[in-house]
């Protein structure tokens, strides 16, 4: 009852493109064509395995090292809490 009517769009008309027009060569040699200049950047798979190797294994030291720091700190505070109460007395 209360339904909007929507009003019909047109389809669009494209406006078609002529044909381009071949041009004739200007001297009757043949040019061979210019050979394509693509950078030569072959990784290997090899070579991003060792990469990724490097970067895992010094990732691993650098937490055993974090974690070596760690519990050295908490052992100095544990060795200095109890020399200072045995200190006191």
């Given amino acids: 009852m209360l339904r909007p009517k929507l009003p019909v ?3 669009p008309t ?3 493109i002529a044909a381009q027009h071949s041009h004739a060569p200007a ?9 394509r200049a693509t950078p030569s950047l072959s ?5 991003v395995g060792a990469v ?3 970067g895992v294994v010094l990732t691993a030291l650098l937490t055993a090292v ?3 720091a760690v519990s050295v700190a908490i052992a100095a505070v544990v060795l200095r809490s109890l020399l200072r109460s045995q200190n006191q007395r």
């Fill in 66 to 68: 974090a974690v070596s």
């Fill in 52 to 54: 990724v190797l490097v």
């Fill in 9 to 11: 769009a047109p389809t």
């Fill in 43 to 47: 990784i290997g798979a090899g070579a």
């Fill in 14 to 16: 494209l406006p078609t």
């Fill in 27 to 35: 001297c009757s040699c043949q040019h061979a064509p210019a050979p």
